[in-house]
């Protein structure tokens, strides 16, 4: 028969609270090994008598929590060879904010038989000091594990084991990511001993005291904290019969023009380089995305969590080099496989699905664009970028023929304006932006020529075309000459 583990929990203080059987356990042991001496109860234990070994030099010798954890189980792993039975006592309840009892179930279990006896855990304490029901909801969670953490502030968070003032800052810096700065805090220590102390403070206070092991921090709910559930949220009551009664009458047709403008909103920022007003302007668009998942919602279509599940999955789909075995070196090769997972999905969906399926809506230039690349990704392109010049000649030529004799004036100019995005292309240039520039270079000389008009003495609207010609090439060589901008 293998050897056996009593894996014991010492409670969060002395020996009132440990429990009988586990008071018991430990005065039989021979030897018992404790992660750390360091806790009211082990003291107490060695002052009746009980032999004890703990772990502490171990924290002096490693450089990370994570090392001093499996060098305790690999030594635990060699009493086991040794003896029958082996006593290992942690603070609180063994699986309760406790690292060695998971990595000991992970490397010992399938060896070795380990009992786990339980105990109060400093978990329970808080419950007792803070005067709060559980059920009201609970999120525990390690100093070290709050960024990644989604915090709702919809329930009690409890953040154990702030061992000092250091990480007590850090854990301030996170929080204050998502809480008010002067959220309500409880900073507790020492539970269930003659020390025990209760402080209140505002988050931006926290890190003010004095910390150790028996330090644990503790937010209640808070409204205020900023979430994805928490816009949600705000959406649902704006929404609601209490709520705005012009947010009631929309639609996912009337928000149309809304989430054009707020898209267009975010690309002017983007060009202005204007990154406060990027900010605020991804939230305005943001919004629209919350905004039609909440009508969604109420005609029982899908919810909010379906757009984030939804993305999230297709990122990771789509990009099996980061998350699978594939390789993909460059952009291009990037681009290249995702066009063919794309193709894919669309083609398990639906194997009569159009070859071209971008949305009707998307401007005329990104479109072309678009069109183009997938004829390319089939074969159907030019072999270098003389090809697309030439038929730029060819259209334009085309297009003079067609205004002479007044036939086919708009297809003729639409063939041009496609060969053009071809050039675009193969140039690895957006026709979009690359027009969106020469429209936004051609108001800044058109508003300087008018101010140079102005500045002469000269009303712009009676210029000949010639005059203002002048003033044309008099704003552009400023322009080159760096006057303005």
């Known amino acids: 028969m293998s050897s056996c583990l009593h894996v014991i929990g010492l409670g969060p203080s002395g020996l009132e609270q440990l429990t009988v059987g586990n008071y018991r356990r ?19 234990l060695i002052a009746e008598g009980v032999q004890v070994e703990s772990f502490d030099e171990v924290y002096s010798t490693k450089s990370s929590f994570e090392e001093v954890y499996q060098q305790i189980v690999e030594h635990l792993r060699t009493e086991l060879l040794k ?7 942690v603070p609180g309840h063994p699986m309760v904010a406790e690292k060695t009892i998971q990595l000991i179930c992970e490397k010992l279990e399938q060896d070795y038989e380990v009992i786990v006896h339980p105990a109060m855990s400093f978990v329970d304490e808080i419950f007792r000091v803070l005067k709060f029901d559980p059920i009201e909801g609970v999120l525990i969670r390690n100093y070290d594990a709050l960024r990644n953490a989604e915090l709702s502030g919809l329930e009690w968070l409890i953040i154990p084991q702030v061992y000092n003032q250091l990480i007590a800052s850090e854990v301030k810096l996170d929080l204050m990511t998502s809480y008010p700065d002067d959220a309500d805090v409880f900073v507790v220590q020492a539970l269930g001993t003659s020390d025990e102390r209760v402080d209140k403070l505002p988050l931006y206070e926290m890190d003010h005291g004095t910390f150790d092991h028996l330090s644990t921090i503790v937010l209640p709910p808070c409204s205020e ?31 149309k023009p809304c989430l054009i403008e707020e898209s267009y909103e975010v690309l002017e920022a983007i060009e202005k380089q204007d990154m406060y007003n990027l900010c605020e302007e991804l939230g305005d668009l943001l919004l629209q995305v919350v905004f039609h998942a909440q009508i969604a919602a109420e005609d029982g279509e899908f919810q ?12 990771i789909r789509r990009h099996p080099h980061v998350f699978g075995e594939e390789k993909a070196e460059t952009a291009d090769d990037v681009i290249q496989a995702w066009d063919k997972i794309k193709q894919k999905e669309k083609a398990d969906r639906s194997e009569d699905r ?3 399926n971008d949305p009707r809506e998307l401007p005329a230039l990104m479109l072309a664009s678009s069109t183009q690349r997938k004829a390319a990704g089939v074969g159907f392109d030019w072999a270098d970028v003389e090809g697309p010049y030439r038929k730029v000649q060819e259209e334009l ?15 003729e100019l639409g063939d041009l304006l496609f060969a053009v ?15 969106r520039d020469a429209v936004h270079k051609f108001q800044v000389r058109f508003l300087k020529m008018v101010e140079l008009s102005r500045e002469g003495g000269r009303e712009f609207a009676r210029l000949s075309l010639q005059e203002m010609d002048v003033f044309w090439e008099m704003a552009k060589s400023q322009e080159k000459g760096g006057k303005f901008m």
């Open 26 to 44: 430990l005065c039989k042991a021979k030897r018992v090994f404790v992660r750390t001496s360091q806790h009211p109860c082990v003291q107490e």
């Open 83 to 89: 003896s029958s039975e082996v006593v290992y006592a």
């Open 225 to 255: 904290v900023i979430s994805w559930s928490k816009l949600v949220q705000v959406m649902a009551v704006l929404r609601s019969p209490d709520g705005c009664a012009w947010d009631r009458e929309q639609t996912h047709q009337t928000l």
């Open 304 to 315: 909010s969590q379906d757009v984030l599940q939804g993305i999230i999955q297709k990122l």
């Open 354 to 356: 159009a070859f071209f």
């Open 397 to 411: 030529l085309e297009l003079q023929a067609a205004t002479k004799t007044g036939v086919g004036i708009r297809e």
């Open 421 to 435: 995005v071809n050039v675009s292309r193969f140039l690895k240039l957006d026709a979009e932006e690359a027009l």
